[in-house]
């Protein structure tokens, strides 16, 4: 039914668009009968697939950003992905950037967002996605999960934007404290473009420093909790050669789990609409070469030591194959799902 509903859909505000799909996901999620028909709608053979000590029913993920709350999870869930990503979750809560701060470049099948981490901080995530006994309606309306969660569900961490770089290591590793209890694997999210100097915490000393104390704090984690908790880190589309080197070079040294590749970017080469101008990250169909370009690149550099999770520019089931073909040991997709709607998911795990 998307083919029908995506005219309507295109007609309202990107971000407003974005909040009612994710607002009637909320609401079937939270019904066992709606819950139970998108399950049978959208239902695909399981591709079972091992990755950073977790196993997947398929290799079809949800990018973070879509569901930056966890409001939705099981709503999400029951279209047929392996696994969601939630977030980005900062500390506290913040509003984000000023709107208008999305952009459909329709021409292109892209999109260009500078949304800026909003959201209801780490505290209101972490009571949506840890465990309850008992659930009401009116939880299960709010988005809280009974029992467990019911896909693998990883968060995706960042700073607050008054946080400094100098001190941005005390929000990651204030976010891995709170989440690691719940979470099945967590994101350290250096690559976003939107929060005024974040991507410099991608440079080899900002983020050996970073990701020592990091790898530190998850191991009193899971000695107190006696579970193993993955944490990857995700980098941008725009480095150079180099500057993927010597990122993954320090991922590698660290003793993080995986790599997600890539974020969005900051190049507008060869679009057409009249947003190509606007601030922010560029996703979709145009990110898809140089996506592609950073997987290569990076499957030789890791060689094998760690998975690769592979974003951006996955519009059709062939480009999904190509990047697992590639390397990539899982996918996932964002703006993909707005362009071809959720039955690509579907299509993925079938045409592999």
Do not use: C
Request: charged share 25%; aromatic share 6%; hydrophobic share 45%.
């Amino acid at each position: 039914m998307y083919p029908f509903f995506r005219p309507l859909l295109f007609r309202l505000d990107p971000e407003r668009a974005h909040a009612l799909t994710l607002l009637a996901l909320r609401f079937a999620g939270a019904s066992t009968l709606l819950n139970w028909s998108l399950r049978r709608v959208y239902r695909a053979p399981e591709k079972p697939v091992e990755a950073f000590g977790l196993r997947f029913k398929n290799p079809v993920g949800l990018a973070a950003g879509y569901d930056k709350d966890g409001l939705a999870i099981a709503g999400l869930a029951a279209l047929g992905f392996g696994h969601v990503e939630i977030g980005t979750v900062t500390p506290m809560p913040q509003a984000g950037n000023p709107k208008p701060r999305v952009f459909r470049l329709a021409e292109d099948e892209a999109v260009i967002n500078r949304m800026g981490f909003p959201g209801r901080g780490a505290d209101s995530v972490r009571n949506r996605i840890k465990p309850a006994d008992k659930v009401n309606l009116f939880q299960r309306m709010m988005g809280v999960l009974p029992d467990r969660l019911p896909t693998i569900v990883g968060v995706n961490l960042g700073k607050n934007k008054s946080t400094p770089n100098e001190e941005a290591v005390f929000d990651y590793l204030s976010l891995v404290q709170i989440f690691a209890p719940y979470a099945d694997y967590l994101t350290i999210n250096v690559s976003s473009p939107n929060t005024v100097g974040l991507r410099q915490l991608q440079g080899r000393d900002a983020l050996e420093g970073l990701l020592a104390q990091v790898h530190q704090q998850r191991q009193l984690e899971e000695a107190s909790l006696q579970k193993r908790l993955p944490i990857l880190v995700k980098l941008a589309p725009d480095l150079t050669e180099k500057e993927l080197d010597d990122a993954v070079d320090v991922i590698l040294r660290a003793q993080m789990d995986g790599i997600i590749l890539t974020n969005t970017t900051l190049a507008r080469e060869g679009l057409r609409s009249k947003y190509q101008r606007e601030e922010g990250g560029l996703s979709g169909k145009p990110l898809r070469a140089r996506s592609e370009a950073v997987l290569r690149q990076a499957v030789h550099l890791v060689d094998g030591k760690v998975p690769i999770v592979s974003v951006g520019g996955i519009m059709e089931p062939d480009d999904a194959k190509r990047r697992l073909d590639l390397g990539a040991a899982l996918v996932q997709l964002y703006t993909g799902l707005i362009y071809r709607g959720p039955a690509l998911v579907r299509e993925i795990i079938k045409a592999l």
